[in-house]
């Protein structure tokens, strides 16, 4: 892990307290991170900031893992927003997109009146919430964990998410902004309640008085760039003594490339790749996440079926 400065952006660190009884992390994003991961795709502002939070939840879970591999939030449904994907990869590369449609999202705008939409409104009755983890190792399966998206936050619904498919009691808090320039800023906090055993003794307590602290986080906090996350978690638990780990840098960064498309494309019916073929015998990819075009000779990808 790399060291970050008092006041970095872009980065995700574990902690600990001394006294209570939590494990947590905590994560910031802006200028390396979450502002040209949103301007590139000109996301409505409400529609940026829970495609960024989605991000933050896939760092502040995929930090915590201790094998080489991915984490991916991934919301669906049948609403205004289809698809809300946020990834996050263990050597700190992060990226997202989502996919809407633009005539619903507007008369949601219009009947809300302003007002941040919540899940149900963005993905209907139907929407899940998937937790997804990729390893890098080919032999270790991936694993994912559904949950309603029947709250109103995308932090109610990962917290519920722990509560039934983790058995762990958790706190998340995310927030995302911008600035007087335009810029995209976020932040993120989770605290995990550590259970009791023979040592600790009985932590229920403990874990009440953590909850209570926690939530007197505010959201201008979480995101402020005038208040460095070391200060931040001193504020919140400096009684009972509070430890921030070394952290990792967070960086904007895909991993499309044409070798993987050209292999994707090859697993596609015959009838359906040629439909994509344009006159000039290309085929034009757009890489959903960061954008980036490819043009693929229809030659590379049959000669890679044959």
């Not at 335009?182 to 909850?211: L, V």
């Not at 995101?223 to 001193?234: N, V």
């Not at 006159?279 to 030659?299: N, S, T, W």
Request: aromatic letters at 6%; hydrophobic letters at 35%.
């Amino acid at each position: 892990m790399s060291a970050v400065s008092s006041n970095p952006e872009d980065f995700v660190a574990g902690f600990m307290s001394d006294t209570l009884p939590i494990a947590g992390r905590v994560v910031r994003m802006g200028r390396g991170t979450l502002s040209p991961i949103l301007h590139r795709h000109a996301y409505p502002d409400h529609l940026g900031q829970i495609l960024g939070e989605g991000l933050i939840l896939s760092t502040l879970v995929g930090a915590g893992m201790k094998l080489e591999g991915r984490v991916m939030t991934q919301a669906e449904g049948d609403g205004p927003v289809s698809m809300l994907v946020g990834e996050y990869r263990k050597d700190g590369g992060v990226r997202a997109y989502a996919r809407f449609e633009q005539e619903r999202w507007a008369y949601l705008e219009k009947i809300n009146k302003g007002e941040k939409p919540q899940m149900p409104q963005l993905f209907g009755q139907m929407g899940r919430l998937g937790l997804i983890i990729v390893h890098d190792e080919p032999s270790l399966h991936p694993y994912q964990g559904l949950v309603s998206l029947d709250k109103p936050t995308l932090a109610e619904c990962a917290e519920d998410y722990f509560h039934r498919s983790e058995q762990v009691e958790t706190c998340l808090a995310m927030s995302v902004g911008r600035d007087a320039a335009g810029e995209w800023h976020g932040g993120g906090m989770m605290i995990q309640k550590i259970a009791g055993d023979e040592t600790r003794g009985d932590t229920d307590e403990g874990w009440r008085e953590a909850q209570a602290l926690f939530s007197t986080l505010t959201p201008e906090e979480l995101r402020s760039e005038e208040i460095a996350a070391p200060d931040l978690l001193f504020r919140l638990f400096h009684e009972g003594g509070v430890r921030m780990e070394p952290a990792q840098l967070l960086e904007d960064r895909c991993t499309c490339n044409e070798d993987r498309l050209k292999d994707t494309l090859a697993g596609m019916a015959d009838e359906s790749l040629r439909e994509m073929v344009e006159p000039d015998g290309m085929l034009k990819v757009d890489c959903q996440f960061c954008a980036r075009h490819y043009d693929i000779p229809i030659e590379a990808v049959t000669d890679a079926i044959n």
